[in-house]
């Protein structure tokens, strides 16, 4: 397989960003999402992935893992900071990413210098997806 083309935008080469992935989101190995992380972030300049427990709190984590939510795919929090980690903006929570698609979509979006959530597709919008699943209670 032949290696992706380097897709970065010099859009503001002082900025980087901060990935942060929630260490909870078990998948018994189907998705290698913190291997395709791992590439991405190298091949970014000042990018740093973290592995954290669940940003979200450990009742989310309960819930999701005892509920039909288990199955909903991993959490991903990005970042964008200055080179020298001062944050820029706020934290942008994607997710579920649950298919190797949405795992591509967010590799692809991460190494472009990530400014808007709006560039993912629509299903890796979490908050969206979290406001649907309300209405449901």
Avoid: Y
Wanted: hydrophobic residues 35%; positive net charge; proline residues 7%.
């Amino acid at each position: 397989m032949a290696p992706r083309p380097h897709r970065r935008t010099e859009s503001n080469p002082r900025t980087g960003f901060t990935v942060i992935l929630c260490d909870s989101c078990e998948d018994d190995g189907q998705l290698p999402i913190l291997a395709a992380l791992r590439d991405t972030i190298r091949r970014c300049p000042n990018a740093v992935l973290v592995r954290a427990n669940c940003p979200l709190g450990r009742l989310w984590c309960h819930t999701r893992k005892t509920t039909t939510l288990r199955a909903a795919g991993h959490l991903v929090l990005v970042q964008r900071c200055t080179i020298a980690r001062q944050p820029l903006g706020a934290v942008m929570l994607v997710g579920p990413v649950r298919t190797a698609e949405d795992l591509t979509a967010l590799t692809r979006w991460l190494e472009t210098t990530p400014e808007n959530i709006d560039e993912l597709p629509q299903r890796l919008h979490w908050n969206q997806h979290h406001r649907r699943q309300a209405t449901r209670n």
